[in-house]
């Protein structure tokens, strides 16, 4: 092996966002092979609605999982917004300010599973779980089990009327998300209260403070991603979002290189993780390949990172590269 | 009575964790430039006492004093703000950061006042402090975690070091280490006793090396301090004798 290529594999096993970003170069040259409908902008359109939710759901994860914390409740919260969306606007407020209220009750509703979680020390796995099924009983009691029409107007354009308008606010709060976790004492503290949780507290680290912070972005970022979601299908859906988006976001952000036990990950690699899977649901789709497929792809992905993580960890460590 | 010449004193702390009596009184006094070794068997209640000193918990009973000021720790950090530094026995280090991330924990360098870290500061003042003191580590930008045992706890002690302070608290330093790697904290500790600027204590198991390091020892058993002296008048065997001593009791 030349210097030249030896450097290159150490760049993509020492940053796990370069691999997960060569694993999307080398799909999207496959598929645009394999059909000519792929660099379409219709069909580049639909790969960016795939995976724009799962990116901003992804960010708020990430931020978790690097903490020690799971958020599962979160595809809940993506349907409950635009429904307090809807009851603000329709009690008066404007359509802006029915936004601002949709999130600030989301991220209550974050900050509530986070105290539970920190105060009484119930893994956020059983919390989120339980809020998971509350937030759904709730949006279905509020909602009647109905779906409603999004709200006209200029607020609903600039955040979902565009095709691309999700995605480009996907991307844009990704890159801020990853300046924060790179470049603020915040995004430094989340690695330390998950990496050591007593050394980040014996260092003076408010650990808890951290934890609950990260459950409220989560669900804000949950609830935001709902409500661009509704204004792009012009519709408020009960069952939009669920455990399915959840999911999958916490797929993006383990294919992308956060590690499940805490204290290391990366957003650019989420960002990447949830365009893989974009690509890899449309381009079977185009292809005609079963939905199932589709599944059984996901699962194998994150059961081979997972384990290449752990691998990779142990070798880097006697290696050095 | 109190003593302004005294880096730190405290006064019959006790400690209770729940049903559990960690500490039933321990007294010790702490001049500046001295350093204090403690003795003493596993949960004897060290790493305790060094908590409270550290304002990481807070004393049952008893009192602090720094400089003949009685004090009352709220945190880790208002302790700090008394030139109080800790090095606990986990090290307090993030192994998923680098070195010096982790000799900037919690006391970040930002832009200004900007929200943004500074890293190029942390990168270079954390280089200089760490030769400051003769430690060596591959790179800066190295993760803790690839670090061996010695130069994770010297990363630790030049941590404490580097923020100033006046009394340098060591929770078994030379714990889970080679002799070589012990050799170099110890060089560590000796080059920073002869600085004369920061009081130590120091917990460790192995008595002769105390004995050579310290000023004076003092042993820790069952939350209660059973021996104390000048190292130079405290031999080994005399310390060996008091543990035979408390075992003997402790059987009957
Ligand atoms: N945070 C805590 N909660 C409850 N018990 C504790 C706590 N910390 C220490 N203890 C108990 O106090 C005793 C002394 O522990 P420690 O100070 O760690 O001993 P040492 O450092 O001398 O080995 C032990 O019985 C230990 O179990
Ligand atoms: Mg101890």
């Not at chain 1, 912070?213 to 609830?223: H, Q």
């Not at chain 1, 290391?264 to 990447?272: D, R, V």
């Not at chain 1, 449309?282 to 599944?295: P, S």
């Not at chain 2, 050579?212 to 065997?237: H, I, N, P, W």
């Amino acid at each position: 092996m030349n210097k030249k290529t030896k450097g290159l594999l150490a760049l993509l096993l020492r940053k796990p966002e370069a691999s997960i970003l060569l694993v999307g170069i080398i799909l999207i040259i496959t598929f645009q092979s394999l059909t000519p409908d792929f660099f379409t902008n219709a069909n580049m359109q639909t790969v960016s609605q795939f995976f724009a939710p799962w990116t901003l759901i992804a960010c708020g994860e990430i931020m978790l999982l690097i903490s020690g914390e799971v958020d599962l409740s979160v595809g809940q919260v993506f349907a409950l917004a635009p429904f307090i969306m809807h009851f603000a606007i329709v009690a008066g407020l404007p359509v802006v300010l029915g936004v601002v209220v949709a999130l600030l009750v989301s991220a209550f509703l974050g900050f509530c599973i986070g105290v539970i979680t920190v105060r009484f020390g119930v893994p956020s796995f059983i919390t989120t779980l339980g809020a998971m099924l509350l937030f759904n009983g709730l949006t279905l009691t509020i909602s009647g089990g109905f779906p409603l029409d999004t709200p006209d107007g200029i607020t609903g354009v600039i955040l979902g009327g565009w095709e691309y308008s999700e995605i480009l606010w996907a991307v844009g709060i990704a890159l801020a998300m990853h300046i924060m976790l790179r470049h603020t004492r915040w995004g430094l503290h989340t690695v330390a209260a998950g990496g050591n949780p007593t050394g980040a507290a014996e260092a003076g680290i408010h650990i808890r403070r951290i934890k609950i912070g990260n459950f409220m972005m989560c669900s804000v970022l949950g609830g935001f991603a709902g409500i661009l979601n509704a204004f792009h299908v012009t519709s408020i859906d009960p069952n939009a979002g669920g455990a399915n988006v959840m999911f999958l976001a916490i797929a993006s952000a383990v294919i992308g290189g956060t590690s499940l036990l805490g204290g290391s990950g990366t957003i650019l690699g989420g960002l990447f993780g949830a365009a893989v899977l974009g690509i890899l649901q449309d381009g079977f789709t185009l292809l005609g390949i079963n939905a199932f497929t589709f599944d059984i792809i996901t699962g194998a992905a994150i059961l081979i990172t997972m384990i290449s993580n752990v691998q990779f960890a142990a070798w880097r460590r006697r290696s050095r590269i | 009575m109190s003593d302004t010449n005294h880096a730190l004193e405290a006064r019959n702390i006790t400690k209770r964790f729940g049903r559990v009596q960690a500490l039933h009184g321990i007294s010790l006094t702490l001049k500046p430039g001295e350093m204090l070794g403690i003795l003493g068997d596993n949960g004897a209640g060290k790493s305790t006492l060094m908590k409270i000193l550290s304002g990481y918990h807070a004393p049952t009973t008893g009192e602090l004093l720094v400089k003949g000021e009685q004090v009352e720790f709220t945190s880790v950090d208002h302790a700090r703000s008394f030139g109080i530094e800790c090095v606990y026995q986990d090290l307090a280090l993030v192994n998923t950061l680098s070195v010096y991330h982790n000799m900037f924990l919690n006391r970040e360098v930002r832009h200004g006042a900007s929200p943004f870290l500074n890293h190029k500061e942390m990168r270079e003042r954390a280089a200089a402090a760490l030769e400051d003191i003769g430690v060596n580590v591959p790179s800066v930008d190295e993760e803790v975690g690839m670090l061996s045992g010695g130069q994770r706890q010297a990363i630790a002690i030049a941590r404490a070091v580097s923020s100033n302070a006046r009394v340098l608290l060591l929770d078994e330093p030379l714990a889970a280490m080679g002799a070589r790697e012990a050799g170099m904290i110890i060089a560590l500790i000796e080059r920073l006793k002869a600085r004369g600027d920061v009081s130590l204590i120091m917990i460790a198991h192995n008595y002769a090396q105390t004995l050579d390091v310290a000023d004076k020892v003092m042993m820790v058993q069952r939350g209660t301090c059973t021996f104390e002296g000048r190292s130079a008048d405290t031999s080994v065997l005399e310390l060996l004798d008091i543990v035979k001593r408390e075992y003997r009791a402790a059987a009957q």
